[in-house]
């Protein structure tokens, strides 16, 4: 028996005339990359003033690294149970991932054993807010402000959800999203935000 992970067949024809309506917008425009539209609204719904579309989640991930100056010999602690881009693009600055086992009952990273993996190469933390459940995302804000830290929030499977009453992604230094087509909010094709 076959279990289908992601329908995006229905998923189109419950919103076609929608789509069609956009996408015939876009082809009669001729403006097909550049114009900002949905950065310009994706961090209004967020909370942010600002937002920059990348390729991917991973290279959002990377991009927000390497603006705060990871590189190696730097650590990145992060949650053990996220998908292998979080500790990619932590490799990809030349930093090393230090895991962090999860939380039995958020199955995020483990708020209570941040502070025995911090060590002083310790640079941030990239809470991973997972099938849409945030992290506890104000007491690893709260450690990393403690210790000097930068806190990098790994969204890429939480568009619109929230801690505490405020939205995931507007608590640390910056957010990362995953557009991809089987996520909470995906694209028609890949793509990525920080």
């Known amino acids: 028996m076959r279990v289908q992970f992601v329908d995006l067949k229905a998923q189109y024809a419950a919103i076609k005339p929608e789509i069609d309506e956009a996408l015939a917008g876009i082809l009669d425009s001729c403006h097909f990359i550049g114009h900002g539209g949905f950065e310009k609204e994706f961090a209004g719904y967020i909370g942010r003033k600002h937002c920059l579309g990348v390729a991917n989640g991973t290279d959002a991930l990377f991009c927000?690294?390497?603006?705060?100056?990871?590189?190696?010999?730097d650590e990145v602690i992060t949650a053990a149970n996220t998908f292998i881009a979080t500790a990619e693009a932590i490799s990809l600055t030349g930093a090393t991932p230090v895991f962090v086992d999860n939380d039995p009952v958020y199955y995020n990273i483990d708020?209570?054993?941040?502070?025995?993996?911090?060590?002083?190469?310790?640079?941030?933390?990239a809470p991973v807010h997972l099938?849409?459940?945030?992290?506890?995302?104000?007491?690893?804000?709260?450690?990393?402000?403690?210790?000097?830290?930068?806190?990098?929030?790994d969204a890429a499977q939480a568009h619109g959800a929230?801690?505490?009453?405020?939205?995931?992604?507007?608590?640390?230094?910056a957010a990362c999203y995953s557009f991809y087509p089987g996520k909470n909010l995906g694209a028609y094709g890949d793509a990525g935000a920080v």
């Open 162 to 173: 929230a801690w505490q009453g405020q939205n995931v992604g507007t608590w640390g230094d």
């Open 64 to 73: 927000a690294m390497k603006a705060i100056g990871l590189g190696p010999g």
């Open 131 to 153: 099938y849409g459940q945030p992290a506890r995302i104000d007491k690893v804000v709260a450690i990393a402000r403690e210790h000097g830290l930068k806190v990098i929030e």
């Open 111 to 125: 708020v209570d054993k941040i502070e025995a993996a911090i060590t002083p190469r310790t640079k941030a933390i």
